[in-house]
Structures are given as C-alpha cells and as structure tokens.
C-alpha cells in the first residue's frame, strides 16, 4: 500500500474510499465536493497575487535545461511531445507563464473554464473528484486524439 493511500484512507470517510485496485493506478475515485466558500477564498487569493514569472529565474533555466533534453529526445524517437496545464479551481491563470516558449516545442493544452469553474468537480482547490476526473479525462482524450 503507497504512503498516498495510506494517507487518502486515514483522513476520508470509509464510504468515499475505492479500495479496489488503488496501489495500482495511484487514484482514489472520490466523490466528495469542497464547500463553495473555500473555493472563492482560494479563487480570491489567487487573483490577488501580483509575482511576476521571469524567464530569466535560475528555476526555470534548470527546468528549461531538462525540456530541452526532453524535446532532443522526442525527436530522435519521433514522439510529439505534448504539454498538458494541469487544473487549478476556475484556473486562475487561464495560461501558463511561458505558453510561447512551450509552443515552440509541443502542443499546449489548456482545459476549458466549463470544467475548471464547476464547483461540483472539485474534492479540494487543486483537485478533482470523481466526476472532475471524468470531465477533464474526457476532455484530454479528444485534445490529444486530434493531429
């Protein structure tokens, strides 16, 4: 059993727990739903935020360094290397910082406000439950279905 389910199991209530199978595929299909106000408290404080993305950060030319052994790598195998901007509630920053730097590489995908402004999808601000999970998986199979 991972440390993860261990968790999950401890701090939810027996009825929101699938046991079935979850050391394999590291998911616990939950169906619980965040209460509303701590939804717009996160959205609130998110918009509030002012930092700046920079380029130039130390922490991104490592991460950069890494991308583009990723991308070298794609290309000897003739891999489509794809990025996916995982969900936040009502994603905050609708883009990811440096989308046209990513574009030169890959596709991005960016999932639609439908699905991360649904208050009914989400077990906490960062992430799904059960039925967010379905939505976004869904959502992620037509995206990369299409060329």
């Known amino acids: 059993m991972n440390v993860n389910y ?9 009825a929101e727990v699938n046991t079935t199978n979850a050391f394999l595929h590291g998911y ?3 169906d619980k739903i965040i209460e509303p106000e701590k939804l717009e408290t996160f959205y609130n404080e998110e918009k509030a935020k002012t930092e700046e993305a920079n380029i130039n950060s130390p ?6 360094y890494y991308l583009e052994k990723i991308k070298k790598l794609c290309d000897a195998k003739k891999i489509e290397l794809v990025f996916v901007y995982p969900p936040s509630y009502a994603n905050v920053n609708k883009t990811p910082a440096f989308k046209s730097h990513y574009e030169k590489w890959g596709k991005v995908i960016i999932g639609p406000d439908s699905i991360f402004n649904n208050k009914t999808y989400w077990k906490d601000v960062a992430h799904f439950n059960s039925f967010g999970a379905d939505a976004y998986t869904k959502f992620l199979v037509t995206q990369l279905a299409r060329k």
């Open 28 to 30: 616990n299909n939950i």
């Open 6 to 14: 261990s968790r999950c199991k401890i701090n939810l209530e027996k």
């Open 59 to 64: 922490s991104y030319r490592f991460s950069n």
